[in-house]
C-alpha cells in the first residue's frame, strides 16, 4: 500500500466530486472533440461558445436523453459489428494508462496514466484511430483486502478517463485484467473476483451504448475439449486457477446482463487469445457479443490464419484487441509477415488494436507518439500500424453479404453441385466442405467431384468482392451422398509381370499399374495356384521358394472386391546349392594336368613354400575357382586380388582384376555394379611359380567394409 495514500475524507470528496464530472463529461462530449479537433487543425473555439475544462470545470446541467433506438451505439449482426446500425470495423490502440491503481507501484503504469490526456487522444486521432482498449485492474475494482475508498477513487478515476476518451469522439473497450501491472495475482480464467469486478464497473459505464465490456483478458486454457468446457462453464479443473474455482464466460455474460448492462459484450479465445479452433459460442439474450484474439503468433502463414481467426469470422464478430511486433523481431518473419496479417485481418472484417500506444518502445518510440519502426533505434511496428490506419480512408472495408439460398442442384454418390444467389458486389466466392476450403469459384456455382457414397457432408460459402472483404457464412448446407450403385466392373489386368532370381530361394515380382472406374485398391499374388497375399504396392518379395520351376499370377481388385484377370511370369529355381567355390587344382603353372577337385568355403590362403593339396608340386600349380557370388546390395561392388604371383578374376563374364604377370606379394583391384541378392557367375585364377603361395580374394561395397568375401555369399554352382 502506498504511503502517499490521502486520508479518508478527502478520498471520499475525490470519489464524489470525479462521480459529479462524468456525469458532465457526457453532456460535453461533443464540445470536447470539436475543442480536440480545432486545436488539431490550428484553429480556436469561436469566443461565443466557452470551454468547458472537463478535468477542472465539472458541469451540472442535468442530461438530455436522446431517443432510444435499436440502431444506436455498438451492435452485432450476424459476423458483423455494427455502430449505430452500420458495418464498423475498428482500428485503434491498446492503452495501460488506467491499468495500475494508486497504490500499485507499477512504474510502467504510473508512467501510461500520467500521460493520459488530450495530447494523447489527439495523437491516437492523428493516427486515424477511432477505437481505445483501456486495460482495468480487476482487484484494484474488487479486491476486498483494499480499503473500499481506494477501490472507490480507482473506480471513478476509470470513469473518469473512459469519460474523457468518449468526449473525444473514441469508442471506448474497456478490459478486465487480473495480470501484472494491475497488481493481480495473474489467473489463467476468471473468478469470484471477476464478477465483483464487473459488479464495481459495468453500472457506472453502462449508459454509455459506445463502450463495450471485454469480460476477461487473455484466458490461458488449452483449446482442447476440456479446456474449452472450463472455459465456458468454469470449475476446478484442468485449470486449478491458483485455488479460486473458475467462473465460466457463460456465467460471465449472464451475470453483466443481469446487472442490465446492454453494452457489446467481448470473450477472450483461449490460450492467451490466440486459439478459436473448437471455441463454444456463448448465448447472449441481447445477442451483442464479439469475441477476442490476440494474434501475436502470426507467421504460420494465411492456413493457420483460417483455421484460427478466418473460419470463426465467417460466423461471429473477431477483435484482435492487442497486435504488435517488438524490435526484435525486425528482418525476421513477423516483421516481413505483418502488412499481410493485417491485410488479412481487414479483408474478414477483424478490428485491430495495436499494443500498446502509451508503452515506448513498442507501438511508439517516445512520449511524442512517434510511431516506432525498424530501423530506427527503437524498431517495432507502429509506422506498419500507422500506415495500416491510415489506408482505410477510402478503401472499402465493408465485406458482401454471406451468399443467400445455397443449395444442392445435383446430389450424385461421386458428385455433389451447389448453387447460390449472387449478390451485386460479389467477385468471387469461397466453398468450404467440412470446414477445409475446397474451391474459390467466379461465379455462384461449384461442382465438388472428391465426395464418396453414402457419406454426410456440411457444405458452406463465403462471398468475396472486388476488394477483397470476405463476408460470412452462408446458411450451412447438409447432405448425404446416395449410395453408388454396385460396382461389377473389374479392373483391368496389371502390367506385364517380370520375376527375378534374388537367391537360390528368393523371387523378386514387378509388375505396372492395373485401371478401374472405380480405384484399384489391391494386387492379389499367387504362386502355383495358392494365393500368398494381397499388396497396395507394384512390387513383392517371395521367399522360401522351393528350387524347380514356379508360375507366378498377379491381379488387380477393386473397392468392390471385383478381380481383373492374371497376369503371368515363370521362373525356375535351381537346387541348393553347397556354400563356397569349387575350387580345381593343376600340377602346372598354365591351368593343365588337373590333379584335383574341392570345396572351398572362401578364397584365403597362404601356403608360403608348401603345396595346396599333395598331388600337385610345391611350385609351379595353379588353381581355378567357380560359382556364383550374391551381393547383399545394389551398388557399385570392389573387388580385391593380393597374390604372389598371378591371379585373375572373372565377375558376370567381365574381367574384373586382372593382375596376371609374376610378382612378388601385391594387392590389385577392380569394380562393378551389382544388384542385391542377385547371383552372378564369378571365376578366378591363380598360378604360384616359385617361393611363398599366397592367394585372397576380398571386397567391399554398400554398407559392407573391405573383407575376405565370405562363403555365405558364394555358391559353389
Request: aromatic letters at 8%; proline letters at 7%; charged letters at 20%.
Amino acid at each position: 500500500m502506498s504511503a502517499a495514500r490521502p486520508g479518508r475524507r478527502a478520498l471520499r470528496s475525490r470519489v464524489s466530486a470525479v462521480l459529479l464530472l462524468v456525469g458532465a463529461l457526457l453532456v460535453g462530449s461533443l464540445l470536447v472533440a470539436s475543442l480536440l479537433v480545432a486545436t488539431r487543425l490550428g484553429g480556436t473555439p469561436a469566443a461565443a461558445e466557452p470551454v468547458i475544462d472537463p478535468v477542472t470545470e465539472p458541469v451540472t446541467e442535468s442530461v438530455t436523453e436522446l431517443p432510444a433506438g435499436p440502431a444506436a451505439g455498438l451492435g452485432v449482426s450476424g459476423n458483423l459489428l455494427l455502430r449505430d446500425g452500420e458495418p464498423f470495423l475498428p482500428r485503434g490502440f491498446n492503452m495501460i494508462g488506467l491499468l495500475t491503481p494508486d497504490w500499485c507501484p507499477r512504474t510502467t503504469g504510473i508512467a501510461a496514466r500520467e500521460h493520459f490526456g488530450p495530447e494523447e487522444l489527439a495523437a491516437a486521432a492523428a493516427w486515424s484511430a477511432d477505437t481505445l482498449r483501456f486495460q482495468v485492474s480487476q482487484r484494484g475494482l474488487a479486491d476486498p483486502d483494499i480499503p473500499a475508498e481506494d477501490r472507490a477513487v480507482y473506480l471513478a478515476s476509470v470513469v473518469e478517463r473512459v469519460g474523457v476518451a468518449r468526449a473525444a469522439g473514441f469508442v471506448v473497450i474497456v478490459s478486465m485484467q487480473d495480470q501484472y501491472y494491475g497488481c493481480g495475482d495473474v489467473h489463467p480464467l476468471p473468478s469470484a473476483a471477476t464478477v465483483d469486478a464487473w459488479s464495481a464497473l459495468a453500472p457506472a459505464l453502462m449508459a454509455d451504448p459506445l463502450v463495450a465490456f471485454e469480460l476477461f483478458n487473455e484466458p490461458r486454457n488449452e483449446d482442447d475439449a476440456a479446456g474449452w468446457a472450463q472455459w465456458l462453464s468454469g470449475g476446478s479443473t484442468p485449470d486449478a486457477n491458483l485455488g479460486d474455482v473458475a467462473v465460466g464466460h457463460q456465467a460471465l455474460v449472464d451475470h453483466v446482463r443481469g446487472l442490465g448492462a446492454t453494452n457489446l459484450l467481448i470473450a477472450d479465445a483461449a490460450r492467451l487469445g490466440e486459439r478459436t479452433t473448437g471455441m463454444p459460442r456463448l448465448v447472449d439474450p441481447l445477442g451483442t457479443l464479439a469475441y477476442g484474439i490476440h494474434p501475436y503468433y502470426f507467421i504460420r502463414g494465411p492456413s493457420w490464419w483460417d483455421e484460427q481467426y478466418g473460419d470463426a469470422a465467417a460466423e461471429v464478430p473477431l477483435l484482435a484487441t492487442e497486435w504488435n511486433y517488438l524490435r526484435g523481431v525486425c528482418g525476421q518473419a513477423q516483421q516481413q509477415m505483418a502488412p499481410d496479417l493485417l491485410d488479412y485481418l481487414r479483408r474478414h472484417h477483424i478490428g485491430v488494436f495495436g499494443h500498446a500506444f502509451d508503452v515506448p518502445g513498442t507501438t511508439i518510440a517516445d512520449w511524442t507518439w512517434t510511431p516506432s519502426e525498424c530501423g530506427s533505434a527503437v524498431g517495432g511496428s507502429g509506422q506498419v500500424l500507422r500506415a495500416y490506419f491510415a489506408s482505410f480512408d477510402g478503401l472499402d472495408v465493408t465485406p458482401p453479404a454471406s451468399p443467400l439460398d445455397l443449395q444442392a442442384t445435383e446430389l450424385a454418390a461421386d458428385r455433389v453441385s451447389l448453387g447460390w444467389t449472387a449478390a451485386a458486389d460479389d467477385a468471387s466466392y469461397v466453398v468450404l466442405r467440412d470446414g477445409e476450403v475446397i474451391g474459390e469459384p467466379t461465379g455462384p456455382a461449384w461442382t465438388d467431384t472428391t465426395v464418396r457414397g453414402a457419406t454426410g457432408y456440411v457444405f458452406t460459402v463465403r462471398a468475396v468482392d472486388a476488394a477483397g472483404n470476405v463476408s460470412g457464412n452462408a446458411v450451412a448446407l447438409e447432405v448425404t451422398t446416395p449410395a453408388p450403385p454396385p460396382d461389377t466392373t473389374p479392373p483391368s489386368p496389371p502390367g506385364p509381370v517380370t520375376a527375378r532370381l534374388d537367391s537360390a530361394t528368393q523371387v523378386t515380382l514387378r509388375w505396372a499399374a492395373a485401371t478401374d472406374d472405380v480405384g484399384v485398391v489391391g494386387y492379389r499374388i499367387a504362386r502355383d495356384d495358392v494365393v500368398l497375399r494381397t499388396v497396395t504396392g507394384l512390387a513383392t518379395t517371395d521367399s522360401g521358394v522351393a528350387a524347380g520351376p514356379h508360375t507366378y499370377v498377379v491381379t488387380a481388385v477393386d473397392d468392390a472386391g471385383n478381380e481383373s484377370p492374371g497376369s503371368t511370369a515363370a521362373v525356375v529355381v535351381p537346387a541348393t546349392a553347397p556354400r563356397g567355390l569349387t575350387g580345381t587344382y593343376f600340377d602346372t603353372a598354365t591351368l593343365t594336368t588337373q590333379r584335383a577337385v574341392r570345396a572351398d568355403q572362401t578364397v584365403n590362403f597362404g601356403w608360403g613354400t608348401g603345396r595346396p593339396v599333395s598331388s600337385v608340386a610345391p611350385d609351379t600349380f595353379s588353381v581355378r575357382w567357380t560359382g556364383r557370388i550374391l551381393p547383399p546390395a545394389d551398388g557399385t561392388w570392389t573387388f580385391y586380388a593380393s597374390s604372389d604371383d598371378a591371379i585373375r578374376v572373372w565377375v558376370d563374364g567381365r574381367l574384373v582384376v586382372d593382375d596376371w604377370t609374376p610378382h612378388a606379394l601385391r594387392e590389385a583391384r577392380g569394380s562393378i555394379a551389382l544388384s542385391a541378392n542377385r547371383s552372378y557367375e564369378i571365376r578366378i585364377e591363380y598360378v604360384e611359380r616359385t617361393a611363398a603361395a599366397i592367394a585372397r580374394l576380398s571386397w567391399s561395397g554398400p554398407g559392407t567394409a573391405k573383407q575376405i568375401v565370405p562363403a555365405g555369399r558364394l555358391l559353389s554352382r
